[in-house]
Each structure stands twice: as structure tokens, then as C-alpha cells.
């Protein structure tokens, strides 16, 4: 996937058309939003089982309607292509040195990746507002495209101790662990809190973290004992700037 065409098509977007609101500003509105996050995510449930945290970021541009409503349409990408070594091992019995024993193959050498880009519609409301200091309920749903890559795999090895007390390594053939490819679009969600700080209008940080669901499955694989990911769950770490026109 490009996300430079994602990215500066959202941002020219979002000063294109928000620009010439703020000029001429509605009694229906308070202000014109635009901001910019960079992201961590964080897997958990299933997802963990297969890769570790990433990083990502996001853009929105929207308008705050009241003192408590906001609403903002946002473009987000991430990209998980870390394993976790913890969770990929394969347990299997050699025979070393005439004896079976039972071995756990690190599968560290496994290449796979999952590409998200979404685009969706999220609200903040407000909670608490005392001077520079914000604090919001945010929440959203949007759809998501996504991809995942898996290579193939033919071989495990692992560092062991023999018979006679010195080390070798040991090695497991791979028969039907081939590599595999999909794409599909599916819904999701997020929902957490988020606080914003102002040091000099019209300029805020903005820190949240969220629960992100994205209703998404990737398949198992029965050589390589990894149960299929029914969604993709994480927890979702954001820090931006945000600008009110």
C-alpha cells in the first residue's frame, strides 16, 4: 500500500475544503478542526499470538459543533510487521543422539506482514474543560482496508544440548507451510479518552488511548500451530497537534 498519496490527499483535503468554512464561519458550528497523530498499537487477544507492537499515524479535519460535540473524519494506516518471538515457537520431538526429546523451534526467521489503512467518522465528547486543559470520551467507526502477506517457511532450527553434553543444532523439515496472501475490507471501531492541552491558541496536544476492534480474520495455520485471528483487537496510543480555526 502508498500512504503518501493517503496522507497528502487527506491533508490538502482537509485545508480545501475546511479553509473557506473557517473564513466564513456558521452560527452552527464553534470551530474548524484539523490535526495530525502519531500512533502506537498495541496487539492484544489473538493478534498478539503473531506480531508485536507498531507504530502508525493519523489525520482528521472536522468541527467542533458545540461545547461538548466534536466531529471528525480521520485517514489512519498501520502497519504490523514485527513477529513475537514469544508466541511463535513449535514444540516438536527429535531424536538426538538416540534419545527423543522435545525441542521448541523459535520461528524468529518467519516473514509476514498486516497493512491497515482506513477511513473513518469519530466524535469526541467533552467531559472536562478547565482553561488549557481538555478531557474527552472518543469514540468512532469507520472501514478499513487491509492486507496480509505470509512467506512460506521449509525449515526450523534450534540451538540444543546432545547426549554428551555439548551443543548442536537440530533441525525440522516444513511441508505444507507455504506462503499465503489476503486482502478484503471489513468494519471497526474504537472507543477511549483522550486529553488535550493548550499552550497558545489555536494550537493543542493531544494525548488518548483506545480500544481499536477492527471485525477483520486471518486464516490458521495448522503446520505452523497459529489458530486463526478472528479480529483484530489492540490498544491504540495516540499523541498529535491539533489546530481550531
Do not use: C
Not at 482506513?118 to 469526541?124: H, V
Not at 517457511?153 to 537440530?170: I, M, P, Q
Request: hydrophobic residues 40%; charged residues 20%.
Amino acid at each position: 500500500m502508498k500512504t503518501t498519496n493517503l496522507i497528502f490527499s487527506s491533508i490538502l483535503a482537509s485545508f480545501l475544503f475546511l479553509s473557506p468554512l473557517a473564513a466564513q464561519q456558521s452560527s452552527r458550528w464553534k470551530h474548524v478542526v484539523i490535526g495530525a497523530e502519531g500512533a502506537s498499537y498495541m496487539p492484544i487477544g489473538t493478534l498478539k499470538d503473531r506480531f508485536k507492537s507498531t507504530f502508525g499515524e493519523a489525520f482528521y479535519a472536522g468541527l467542533e459543533t458545540s461545547d461538548k460535540w466534536t466531529w471528525l473524519g480521520k485517514a489512519e494506516y498501520m502497519k504490523f510487521d514485527k513477529v513475537n518471538p514469544d508466541r511463535l515457537r513449535l514444540e516438536r520431538t527429535v531424536n538426538i543422539d538416540g534419545q527423543d526429546q522435545k525441542v521448541s523451534f523459535p520461528m524468529d526467521r518467519l516473514k509476514m506482514k498486516l497493512e491497515v489503512v482506513s477511513l473513518s467518522l469519530d466524535t469526541k465528547y467533552n467531559l472536562l474543560r478547565t482553561g488549557f486543559l481538555e478531557t474527552n470520551l472518543d469514540a468512532g467507526f469507520g472501514f478499513y482496508r487491509w492486507i496480509f502477506h505470509r512467506d512460506g517457511l521449509d525449515s526450523l532450527s534450534a540451538e540444543v544440548t546432545g547426549a554428551n553434553g555439548t551443543g548442536k543444532t537440530v533441525y525440522y523439515s516444513m511441508k505444507k507451510a507455504i506462503a499465503i496472501s489476503q486482502e478484503d475490507w471489513s468494519g471497526g471501531f474504537n472507543v477511549g479518552l483522550e486529553v488535550t492541552l493548550t499552550p497558545f491558541y489555536p494550537v493543542s496536544l493531544s494525548f488518548s488511548a483506545a480500544y481499536k476492534n477492527i471485525v477483520g480474520e486471518l486464516y490458521p495455520a495448522l503446520e505452523l500451530e497459529m489458530e486463526n485471528v478472528s479480529t483484530f483487537q489492540m490498544f491504540d496510543l495516540k499523541a498529535g497537534l491539533r489546530i481550531k480555526l
